[in-house]
């Protein structure tokens, strides 16, 4: 198990908060990858979070099932799978400085995209936007956990019923993270030592599921939000920042 005391004082933030998001108040799933990316490499980073990211998603999805839109779902699976396999053959050629870059960049693209006006979205993206979307969203979400923007700009627009959009987000995510876990093998991403620390993450993120449905009810999310807001700014920048010096 890693014993870095900045790593474990980062890690359980970062995860808490994920599983917070993942309980019903949303947004924070993105930030535990660059947190944590900050203390160690960003490839064990999110070795380490596709498990907890696995089992969360187990707890998460099954009041969901069956109501998906199965037009999105056609569409999206299949291009972010697309996108993973595009992740996965690139993955070997990034170095770790470009890898920090990636993930830099998509953590502030991320808070970019949460902070646009949703008016904005005022027409319906046809098939072909969904699978450029789709596939975008499997490579970042391969690279960093966090391709719920792209994702997002396509399916958003499709105005689903509330169900019907939980339901088709939630479960193209725990699908892409499913569908990463045999590359992440075969790029020799898993170890006993990231093994041993997810496993011991993963109690915090379940933990997190509950935490975020009492929230939902009790508290106003907006200071959620902003927690991870502010977050995602520090991170994202300090990675970008160190991915560039690095290439220097």
């Not at 969901?64 to 972010?80: C, E, N, T």
């Amino acid at each position: 198990m890693i014993d870095d005391a900045w790593f474990w004082a980062l890690a359980v933030p970062a995860v808490a908060l994920t599983g917070i998001s993942k309980g019903g108040t949303g947004g924070g799933a993105a930030v535990a990858t660059p947190l944590m990316a900050t203390v160690i490499p960003p490839a064990l980073a999110a070795a380490i979070m596709l498990p907890v990211l696995c089992l969360m998603d187990l707890a998460g999805i099954r009041a969901y099932l069956g109501k998906w839109d199965r037009r999105a779902m056609r569409i999206l699976v299949s291009a972010g799978l697309a996108g993973c396999v595009a992740g996965a053959l690139t993955f070997r050629f990034m170095s770790e400085h470009w890898i920090r870059i990636v993930v830099g960049a998509v953590a502030l693209a991320f808070l970019a995209w949460t902070l646009y006006p949703r008016k904005q979205f005022m027409r319906k993206p046809g098939t072909a936007a969904g699978f450029f979307w789709g596939t975008l969203s499997g490579f970042t979400s391969f690279i960093t956990h966090a391709g719920s923007p792209p994702a997002m700009v396509w399916l958003i627009p499709q105005r689903l019923e509330k169900d019907a959009f939980v339901a088709t987000s939630l479960v193209f995510f725990a699908a892409l993270n499913y569908a990463k876990i045999l590359p992440y093998v075969w790029l020799g991403l898993f170890d006993r030592t990231v093994l041993t620390t997810s496993l011991a993450l993963v109690p915090l993120g379940i933990a997190g599921i509950f935490v975020g449905q009492w929230l939902q009810r009790r508290i106003d999310t907006r200071w959620f939000y902003r927690i991870i807001y502010v977050l995602l700014f520090i991170t994202g920048s300090r990675l970008l920042y160190d991915g560039v010096k690095g290439l220097n």
